[in-house]
């Protein structure tokens, strides 16, 4: 399976997205907000211009960041989201809100959705009672996600389940029996789902291309 595991630092300050926004790293200890400009030996110094092509290539770029997707997987959801009633935008971030490794990641269940990921596709999740190891499963509105009882154990997980206890899910997820899973309750609301991003801009990066 094709997967992204290059540095996210460069990207993060290149993008202008804090690492602290993508992973639970102290904001205090974010290498990118310590250093807000682009690497390399010129980026503090440097000041170029951003064509339109370019301002909405970087937004597509923050998307793919935000939830670890490759470009295949990125347009793939675009074109869904422009096939389905509504808005495009809210609705591709509503898709991408129901992959299962990012529910993990909004429950508090994983730290990154790298680390959401891993747990997938090591088969630690159960979905509705059944494992699933697929990152991209949709997880449908009134699906429960737990940890498989042959996990529950692992020091890992253990720390999980204490940090689900004192943390506030989004509104559209509610957690079960004091954080040993959650349930997707409904569908998000744009100003729920945590990303900073100019989602028209993607819309029209893709539409020109698609």
């Not at 300050?13 to 807000?36: E, F, M, Q, W, Y």
Request: aromatic letters at 6%.
């Amino acid at each position: 399976m094709a997967r992204n595991t290059g540095a996210r630092g460069r990207v993060c300050r290149r993008l202008g997205v804090a690492l602290s926004n993508i992973t639970a790293k102290d904001p205090d200890k974010d290498p990118v907000l310590r250093r807000p400009y682009p690497p390399g030996q010129h980026g503090a110094t440097a000041r170029p211009s951003v064509s339109d092509y370019g301002q909405r290539l970087r937004e597509k770029q923050k998307l793919k960041l935000y939830y670890g997707l490759l470009e295949a997987q990125c347009r793939k959801a675009f074109l869904e989201a422009r096939r389905s009633p509504g808005n495009t935008g809210t609705v591709l971030l509503q898709l991408l809100e129901h992959r299962l490794d990012v529910v993990v990641l909004r429950a508090g269940l994983a730290t990154s959705i790298r680390q959401a990921r891993q747990f997938v596709r090591h088969g630690y999740l159960l979905v509705n009672g059944r494992r699933t190891n697929i990152g991209s499963f949709r997880v449908k509105v009134g699906s429960e996600v737990r940890f498989s009882p042959a996990h529950r154990e692992l020091p890992i997980v253990k720390e999980c389940f204490e940090r689900m206890k004192g943390r506030q899910v989004p509104g559209y997820l509610e957690v079960l029996d004091g954080g040993a899973g959650v349930r997707c309750v409904r569908e998000p609301e744009r100003d729920e789902i945590p990303v900073t991003l100019n989602v028209a801009f993607i819309v029209e990066f893709y539409a020109q291309r698609v």
